[in-house]
């Protein structure tokens, strides 16, 4: 478990060196990674989502591609094209920026929804399907995707089935003012994204997400998580509760979590930690709760206060 640890540090120091005072959401990041599952980054425009992913993507190296997403885009923009070769009378299969191991989505509410579906096979079966033909990816496969608010014009809500694809979503947040002005003093001659080297290479990478998929969980935790996504489902507050990917989202960062602090086991505080980054995004709130403007987030935090934890007592 050192190792897991180690890389983890690793990683989460040289992006730092780009994205400053925000350990937390790179850390969570870092957590999405060694699940091999795909990271949904959301927040205002400026906070810092594009130069994350690209940060976290360069400490990686390996293959890498950067998708811009606007409303004029077509599916095969994004999987590729057949284009008909008149000199060996055959098709070709032109490849799209899908196919790398490290995909960056920028601004993936800007597409429209026929876009944003090309994304879904690639995403859950780590492939896609061009005119009947299909293309294995990489492996490792990664999606790390950027998207502001829905009420910022020109942008198109991610349907319920692709939110639940990505396995967390962070939001990074404005800066402290002290490292905002850290922030200004570091780019003054030359941005630090471009100083930045890789780290670790893909092949440990993958050596480390299956390691991850070893950490301990015990049969009470297991059942912890199973009742947290069960009070999501019976809430009043929510219209869709999360479904069973959630509980297996929150079953795999729990065990990411535990082995970025160097344990070998999944402790509760794992779980609670890791239940709004997986399950927030998952739920549909209510007609009232969203007249009133409650967030995913609070009801979230009040159903992990509500549900006993495993050998406690209920909070009230």
Known sequence: MQEIQSIAEKLIENVERVIVGKKGSIRLVVTGLLCQG???IEDVPGTGKTMLA???AR???GSFKRIQFTPDMLPTDVTGVSIYNQKTMEFEFRPGPIIAQI??????NRATPKTQAALLEAMEEHQITVDGVTHPMPEPFLVLATQNPIEYEGTFPLPEAQLDRFLVRIEIGYPAPVYEIEMMSLQKTVHPIESLTQVISVEELVQVQNAVRHIEVSRDI????VSLVNATRNHAEIYLGASPRGSLG???TAQARAAIFGRTYVLPDDVKAMAVPVLAHRVILGSAARIREVSAQSIIDEVVHSVPVPGGEVVR
């Open 250 to 252: 929150l079953f795999r």
């Open 38 to 40: 795909h990271v949904l």
């Open 59 to 61: 400490s990686i190296g």
């Open 222 to 225: 297991e059942e912890y998580i």
């Open 103 to 108: 995909v960056l989505t920028d601004e993936i």
């Open 54 to 56: 690209k940060s976290l």
